[in-house]
């Protein structure tokens, strides 16, 4: 079946400018994760969704982030007045089962964003 | 905080030889434990996981990984490796809703 889709996969903005990158999760996944891939590092967490709700938000950097989950299905990770160090790579996940530790997050192919 | 490390950067082993790729972990309470790889530009692919039960856990591409509880240990390892198996390695520990990602060890299968 179809796995966890990302858009864009690239993404090159100048520093100021407002950027949404979007994650369509598994059919059927009630969680959904964002996290980010800075080079040479492993993903950090950013997000955590149980249905449409944010259960966990607190892995967003700052304020200038945000995410939603209007329908409980796709979701938009939104960033404002983007900064350099804003550029990575931006990991979404969904699992089946949510707050628990017994399933595995399925992981899309990221979006490479790039602030100039 | 639940956490991992992984204290290699690279791994250099010749294609036919056995792979360990190492992993300890850090948590309070039960540990949910997990194998992801990760080839070029490509998202994070699901390989194997511990939650309770066996040691030795088999998963995907003929891996595994031994759970040891007294060196709070969980390393990966194939008996064979293959050249195809040159990639990055995570580790990850699940806490608080999330997982707890290592900083990850490059394998490089020699041929």
């Known amino acids: 079946g179809a796995g966890v889709s990302q858009t864009p996969s690239n993404k090159v903005t100048e520093k100021g400018k407002y950027v949404e990158l979007r994650c369509d999760p598994i059919?059927?996944?009630?969680?959904l994760y964002w996290y980010r891939q800075s080079l040479g590092q492993g993903p950090e967490f950013l997000i955590y969704?149980?249905?449409?709700?944010?259960?966990?938000d607190s892995g967003l950097p700052n304020d200038r982030f945000f995410a939603v989950r209007p329908e409980g299905s796709v979701s938009t990770l939104k960033i404002q007045r983007t900064e350099r160090g804003d550029s990575a790579v931006y990991l979404c996940?969904?699992?089946?089962?949510?707050?628990?530790?017994?399933?595995?997050?399925?992981f899309g192919p990221g979006t490479r964003l790039t602030v100039t | 905080a639940q956490s991992v490390a992984q204290p290699e950067d690279q791994v250099n082993v010749a294609e036919g030889n056995p792979l360990t790729v190492k992993c300890t972990y850090s948590?309070?309470?039960?540990?949910?434990l997990f194998w992801y790889v990760q080839y070029p530009n490509r998202g994070l692919q699901f390989l194997l996981k511990?939650?309770?039960?066996?040691?030795l856990v088999k998963g995907s591409y003929g891996f595994e990984a031994e759970f040891n509880k007294s060196q709070t240990s969980f390393h990966l390892k194939k008996p064979s490796a293959l050249v195809s198996d040159s990639a990055l390695y995570f580790c990850?520990?699940?806490?608080?809703?999330?997982?707890?990602f290592g900083k990850g060890n490059q394998v490089v299968v020699i041929p």
């Open positions: 059919s059927g996944h009630t969680a």
């Open positions: 996940a969904s699992s089946l089962i949510a707050g628990q530790g017994l399933t595995e997050q399925y």
């Open positions: 511990y939650i309770t039960g066996d040691n």
């Open positions: 969704f149980q249905g449409t709700g944010a259960a966990d």
């Open positions: 990850a520990v699940r806490g608080d809703n999330r997982l707890a």
């Open positions: 948590v309070s309470g039960n540990p949910y």
